[in-house]
């Protein structure tokens, strides 16, 4: 998700790598979503 709280990408799989190669440089909120857990992690990329 992008500052302005647009969705960007989406995974359902269970990754263990995320390819974020086409996704813009800047600031983004990465929410990541277990069967225990729900994680929200600010990301930067270059």
């Known amino acids: 998700m992008d500052t302005s709280g647009k ?9 263990e790598h995320l ?8 600031n983004y909120l990465l929410f990541i979503q277990t069967s225990k857990q729900k994680i929200v992690k600010k990301v930067i990329i270059k």
């Open 7 to 15: 969705i960007i990408k989406t995974y359902k799989d269970d990754l």
């Open 19 to 26: 390819d974020v190669s086409s996704v813009s440089s800047g």
